[in-house]
């Protein structure tokens, strides 16, 4: 095993490069996210995994923006977990900025399929990295997330009443025998997540039914 310099802080040539490779990269999409404004769009997927990864490994704090090149850990199970996250994360297309773009593109034309989303409801790029956070929680299936989507789209407002997200309660009947229904949301926290990343106000839609 070829001995260890120690300016590299005690990685390999080899490991040293990629850690450096890898910060490169992390920086890159940070720059770019500050200058279009995206609200740290581009620090998805592969960025939040590696972030994540190096919290748990006691390397940064909680939040703290991800760096890797730097000396290479006393213990070896550390130091190994450290290289293969960093190896995941540079193989991951979603690692830079195009393999970034191209998979959210990629994505976002299966899920408004997926979904049944056409013309003007189907879901913006925009709107699918406000919705992140809610697919990572992981505290809801993808079925219902999707779901709830899609009613929210289409303003479907009998699948989010069977849900039990919102509920309707009379408020008038005019003259014509059409009776105002009130929208109230239920404080189902999914509803109130998803609304919010798409723009919408359930409370504030108007349900006419015949009385």
């Keep these: 095993m070829a001995k260890r310099k120690p300016w590299l802080g005690g990685w390999s040539r080899e490991e040293r490069a990629l850690l450096k490779k890898a910060d490169r990269r992390l920086r890159e999409l940070e720059r770019t996210d500050t200058a279009a404004g995206t609200r740290e769009q581009l620090r998805g997927f ?10 748990r490994l006691g390397m940064i704090g909680t939040g703290d923006r991800p760096r890797v090149d730097r000396k290479r850990p006393e213990n070896a199970n550390t130091a190994r977990a450290l290289l293969n996250r960093v190896r995941a994360f540079m193989e991951a297309p979603s690692s830079t900025i195009t393999g970034y773009r191209q998979m959210l593109k990629k994505n976002l034309a299966s899920f408004n399929q997926k979904a049944r989303l056409t013309g003007s409801e189907r879901v913006t790029a925009e709107e699918m990295e406000e919705l992140a956070d ?15 989507i899609n009613a929210v789209k289409t303003r479907d407002v009998d699948t989010l009443r069977a849900l039990g997200m ?8 005019d003259d014509l025998g059409v009776t105002h ?16 990343a798409l723009g919408e106000d359930p409370a504030k839609w108007r349900e006419w039914t015949t009385a």
């Design 134 to 148: 809610v697919f990572e929680s992981g505290n809801y299936g993808s079925g219902t997330v999707m779901t709830t």
């Design 46 to 55: 592969a960025y939040r995994m590696l972030q994540t990864d190096l919290e």
């Design 181 to 196: 229904g009130s929208i109230e949301l239920t404080g189902d926290a999914l509803l109130s997540r998803v609304a919010g």
């Design 166 to 173: 919102i509920r309707t309660s009379k408020v008038s009947t």
